[in-house]
C-alpha cells in the first residue's frame, strides 16, 4: 500500500471519529500524540518539498461536487457574484512588511500554476481537478513576512452553524510549490459550490485544510486567540487534526 494510502487512511479515520469522542481526555491526547506523528511521518518519509501525485486531464472527473459551505449566505456575496466578483478583494495582513489588497485581476496577473491533483474528503469521497492560481508563496514573498511570522490563516466569507470559518498552516505548506490560490476549475472561473472566487489548494492535506471563499491571508506568530485556538473550523469545533497530511 502508497504511504499517501497509509497516511491518509489514518488521518481520515482519526479526523471523522473524533466528534464523538473528542471531548475527554484521552482521546485528545491520543490526537495529539497522532498528529505530531503524522505530521513528522509525512514530513520524513516524503520530504519537505515532495508533490503530491498530479494526474492527466483526461483524468479529470465529470463532476466535482461541492461540501461544507456550499455558497456565501449574504446580500454581498449575491452582489459581487452578479459582477463576476469584480469587486472582490484579497487581504494579506499581519506579520508582513507590505500589507495587500488584491483584486482578482491583480491575481490573474501573477505567475500561474495549473495542476491536476485529487481532492480527499474526510467524508469518504475523492475526486480529481484541474485548479489554477499563483502560488501562495508568491503573494508571501510580495508581502515580506516578518521573521516571527509562523503560520498562514486563511479568512473566509463563508459561515457553518453561525460560526466563521478559517483555516491555517504552517509555513512549510504555505511555500510548498503546490500550494496556490485557486481561481479556476478544469479551465473556467472556479463554481460558487467550490468556493468562488477564491480557495486554497494545499494539495498534501484533506479537503477540510483547502478554505473556500478567501477574503484574507494573515501572517501570525501563534494560532492562540484565533477562533477556538486550534487552528481551524473543524478542528475548533469537532477536534479534527489540524495537521491534515494525506
Given at each position: ?114 495542476q491536476v491533483t485529487r481532492h480527499d ?31 498562514i490563516v486563511l479568512r473566509c466569507a ?26 479556476k476549475l478544469n479551465g473556467e472561473p ?57
Amino acid at each position: 500500500m502508497r504511504r499517501r494510502h497509509v497516511i491518509g487512511s489514518l488521518g481520515a479515520l482519526l479526523a471523522g471519529g473524533c466528534s464523538k469522542i473528542g471531548d475527554s481526555a484521552a482521546p485528545v491526547s491520543l490526537f495529539d500524540s497522532a498528529e505530531r506523528w503524522h505530521k513528522q511521518a509525512q514530513r520524513l518519509l516524503a520530504g519537505r518539498y515532495s508533490l503530491a501525485p498530479e494526474f492527466d486531464r483526461s483524468q479529470v472527473s465529470p463532476y466535482f461536487r461541492g461540501n461544507g459551505s456550499r455558497n456565501v449566505d449574504t446580500p454581498e456575496y449575491a452582489a459581487s457574484a452578479v459582477s463576476g466578483f469584480a469587486d472582490w478583494r484579497l487581504a494579506v495582513t499581519g506579520l508582513v512588511e507590505h500589507p495587500l489588497s488584491l483584486s482578482l485581476d491583480n491575481i490573474h496577473r501573477l505567475p500561474q500554476r495549473t495542476q491536476v491533483t485529487r481532492h480527499d474528503c474526510v467524508e469518504g469521497w475523492s475526486a480529481i481537478g484541474e485548479w489554477t492560481g499563483p502560488r501562495l508563496s508568491t503573494i508571501l514573498r510580495g508581502a515580506a513576512l516578518k521573521p516571527e511570522a509562523r503560520f498562514i490563516v486563511l479568512r473566509c466569507a463563508d459561515t457553518l452553524a453561525g460560526t466563521q470559518y478559517y483555516e491555517s498552516i504552517d509555513l512549510i505548506d504555505a511555500f510548498h510549490p503546490q500550494t496556490i490560490i485557486a481561481h479556476k476549475l478544469n479551465g473556467e472561473p472556479l463554481p460558487v459550490r467550490n468556493g468562488a472566487p477564491l480557495r486554497l489548494r494545499v494539495e498534501r492535506q484533506l479537503g477540510y485544510k483547502h478554505a473556500k471563499f478567501l477574503t484574507g491571508i494573515e501572517a501570525v506568530a501563534s494560532l492562540a486567540g484565533i477562533g477556538g485556538g486550534k487552528g481551524g473550523y473543524w478542528e475548533d469545533r469537532a477536534g479534527y487534526q489540524w495537521y491534515a497530511g494525506i
